[in-house]
């Protein structure tokens, strides 16, 4: 089977408009988080976060964080995408007048990390 290319898929999902506008994301959208998502490496990724890695030839570090500039969850232009740690993050909500969750809003989940379901067959009681 071949393979289609991240980018081949990802931009068949956006609506491209002028390169200061907003270019909504046309696929999947996470129910919680608002935003798009696509997949990537059998993982879901947020769209945005793609945009930026396919403008700029790299991965997000790990260590930084993506966010929007235009408060546009569904947006994925990769003008409207800063990196920025969790601490710029968050000042930067704060700033906004948001309220920060705290607690596993904060928290990063290392990815493959195992998954702890070891089911019990118990049957019957
Ligand atoms: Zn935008």
Known sequence: MKQVPIEDRFWQYVDKKGPDECWPWRGTVGKKSGRGQIKKNRRHAYAYRVSW?????????PDQSARHTCDNPICVNPKHVVLGTQ???????ISKGRRVKRGKDLVKRKPGSGRRSLKKRDGET
């Not at 890695?53 to 570090?61: F, H």
């Not at 601490?87 to 909500?93: G, K, L, M, V």
């Open 53 to 61: 890695e396919l403008e700029n030839g790299r991965d997000i570090p």
């Open 87 to 93: 601490a710029d993050n968050i000042r930067d909500c």
